[in-house]
């Protein structure tokens, strides 16, 4: 009986050791692009052979590679670069490319448009695909992202996943929002809208409305809003998975529907308890807000083991 004791004991330490061994290399890496140099963090697995690559795309605001803006801290892509680095797959996770602009360059960022995520993730891809270094080349896109991501892997990528991905074009997204939060603003939001769907700015709206429709983002939200996620989607034949949360407070599992029955090909997968952003929530709003804020906790183990047989299932 002791001796089965101690081996379990050695047994638990050689995990334990194995499991906070460093099991992939981290480098600096920025890519050029037509818009200007996109700047990120690849990591590669030290075992031997070629890998699979994710191509993380981030969510939307001025968002980092760690899933990080000014509002809030919580390393959500970064921890799922290590884990997946863990799991034998590399990983190259980026900042958007309006965090490379200074305020001087504020002509540049009001120039920035939906389009030119799309071209800026292209570019990246294709970094990728012509160094031959990964056995295949999958796109993982967060939130906004995955639309970014679903029009960037077209003919591009070996595989889409789809995290907490609208199902729904920008237009249509913002009226439910506004028609839950400021239902007294709906008609007003609903006459901007149809104008910035013609391709049409607009000069003159609800005051209250100046920080959604604000004239500096509207070419953006032109550029954004022609885009609708389950006609995207159809356009894709390589594999495709779809992952949302039960907690997601920001994008519904109804979009993650939407996108898997757009297109019948695709996995979707939804994950008990996670939130926007990969954190498990078992408590209240209270809690699910919290999260947005610590970056110490970590993302649902459950979302790295679906990502990672679902990469190993590639052919």
């Not at 590679?65 to 980026?94: C, D, P, Q, T, V």
């Not at 270094?133 to 939130?143: L, N």
């Amino acid at each position: 009986m002791k001796t089965k004791i101690i081996v379990l004991i050695i047994l638990f330490v050689q995990f334990t050791l194995y499991a906070q061994e460093i099991k992939f290399i981290e480098t600096e890496l920025s890519i050029p692009t037509a818009s200007i140099s996109i700047h990120g963090t690849l990591l590669n697995p030290t075992s031997n052979g070629k890998k699979p690559l994710v191509i993380l795309i981030p969510g939307s605001g001025p968002t980092d590679r760690n899933g990080n803006n000014s509002a809030m801290k919580n390393n959500s892509l970064k921890f799922l670069a290590e884990a997946l680095a863990n799991n034998n797959i590399a990983s190259y996770r980026f900042d958007k490319s309006v965090l490379s602009y200074t305020k001087e360059q504020k002509s540049k960022i009001d120039s920035i448009t939906f389009n030119t995520f799309i071209n800026e993730t292209k570019t990246i891809i294709k970094y990728f695909k012509t160094s031959k270094k990964y056995s295949k080349i999958i796109v993982i896109g967060h939130s906004q992202g995955s639309l970014v991501g679903i029009i960037a892997a077209k003919n591009n990528a070996d595989a889409l996943i789809s995290i907490a991905g609208a199902g729904r074009s920008i237009d249509q997204v913002l009226k439910e929002q506004i028609g839950k939060q400021a239902p007294f603003l709906i008609a007003d939001t609903e006459k901007v809208l149809n104008e910035l769907k013609k391709g049409n700015t607009v000069d003159e709206f609800n005051p209250m409305l100046v920080s959604l429709f604000n004239k500096s983002v509207q070419p953006f939200l032109i550029s954004w809003i022609q885009y609708n996620p389950q006609e995207e989607i159809k356009k894709l034949a390589i594999p495709i998975l779809i992952i949302n949360g039960t907690k997601d407070i920001q994008v519904s599992t109804i979009d993650a529907e939407q996108l898997h029955r757009a297109n019948p090909n695709s996995e979707i997968k939804i994950i008990e308890n996670m939130n926007h952003i990969f954190k498990e929530i078992k408590g209240d709003v209270n809690e699910n807000m919290a999260s947005y804020n610590n970056p110490e906790l970590p993302i649902i183990q459950e979302l790295s083991i679906i990502i990672t047989t679902f990469v190993n299932h590639l052919k």
